[in-house]
């Protein structure tokens, strides 16, 4: 495998997330090359501010950089399709934001694409990567909580809670015609998915939007700023605040899950409990380096992230040794170590160890069953075509 210091990135986006991308390719050794804004100014101020080399005029630009063999889409949800097809088009490997795109049509058209091109393909779901999901992922996998049956849980924020608040993910051309569970609950299906290993068949969807009107700010509005505009436009809001959902799993295992972005108090909590036949396993994002386990017939444990007591998944995506606290930024890093171990390669793996297209894909395919649920009015079925 190549040195990943001989392997060039740029990156398309610098508002929140991007930001987090230069700084874990750049910890792991990659070198990033330029970023891509809304604007070549824009792009120019970033790349300065960020000490990035250049900023690049357009997608065109950054494509005809031959140093670039890996590109991050961080952009706003409706650019990420044709962005990405143009980045496979190049021959170049892609990492991409979730949700991988605005629709199912779109993500599975990604799938094909990124098939025929060979390329690395992979969709930043990084919260699989904090170390104790990776080790719950493994324990689930080795049967040490005996058959899943129940699963449950939330992701809650608040950055949303006013009516004031504003951001593009607000509007459906720009973020999608679901917003919480496009946004935060994908996050949510994927990782439960990935930790228990079974893909959800079936759901019953109830979504409700609390705030009809928002007061957009007449200028524009970075992702989890707290400023607030004088001048603002009326806003009838067509996505949902809160989705709860009721999930069948393919092996039978049923569950629930509430999100929500207008949680007061909760910045960014994520939670899950994983109730099998002989044990479970409970985790919050909120406190990352905590896993509760349950147990009928002993005393229940807290298993504090440490290598040296974890599985091979979980002592492989820690840095830090035990009692030194792990976050956010840290899975980034341990995600694009596996996805760049493949890049390194060449090529895919037959099984790669993070999300891929194909995993995106899979989470659109369930959010149309989710949409369609909450129209109707009943349980859904998640509709998966062949090339699955
Ligand atoms: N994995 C995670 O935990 C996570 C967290 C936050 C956001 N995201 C995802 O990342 C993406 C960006 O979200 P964000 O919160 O960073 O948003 P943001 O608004 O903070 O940043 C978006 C960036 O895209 C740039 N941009 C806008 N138009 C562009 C264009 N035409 N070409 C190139 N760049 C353009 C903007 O200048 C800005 O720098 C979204 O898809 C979102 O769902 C993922």
Known sequence: MRPLTEIGAAVIGSGFIGTVHIEALRRMGVHVHGVLGSSPERAAARADELGVSRGYASLADLLDDDRVEVVHVTSPNHLHH????????????????????????????????????????????N??????????????????????????????????????????????????????????????????????????????????????????????????????????????????????????????ARGTVAISQLSPGRKNSLQYEIDGSDAAAFW?????????????????????????????AGRGASALPAGHVEGFADTFRSLFRAIYADIGAGTPAERPTYPTFADGHDEMLVCDAIAASARDGRWTDVVREDFQ
């Open 127 to 252: 919260i699989r990567f904090y170390p104790l999901n990776q080790h719950a992922h493994e324990m689930v996998a080795d049967g040490a909580l005996g058959d899943v049956r129940l699963v449950t849980g939330r992701y809650f924020q608040d950055w949303l809670l006013l009516e004031t608040d504003w951001n593009w993910r607000l509007e459906p051309d720009r973020g999608g015609a679901l917003r919480a569970v496009g946004d935060i609950g994908s996050h949510w299906l994927d990782l439960l998915t990935f930790i228990t290993g079974h893909r959800i068949v079936s759901v019953m969807a109830d979504l409700a939007t609390f705030i009809p009107t928002r007061r957009q700010p007449a200028g524009s509005v970075e992702t989890f700023s707290t400023e607030r505009a004088t001048e603002t436009v009326d806003r009838a809001i067509e996505t949902e605040d809160t989705a709860t959902i009721l999930i069948r799993f393919e092996n039978g």
């Open 82 to 125: 044709p962005q990405v097809r143009e980045i496979l088009y190049a021959g170049r490997h892609v990492v991409c934001e979730k949700p991988l795109a605005m629709s199912s049509e779109e993500s599975g058209d990604l799938v094909r694409l990124a098939t025929e091109s060979g390329r690395v393909n992979a969709v930043n779901f």
């Open 284 to 312: 919050d994002s909120e406190q990352p380096d905590q896993l509760w386990i349950g147990h009928r017939e002993r005393s229940n444990e807290i298993l504090i992230r440490n290598p040296a007591l974890m599985g091979a």
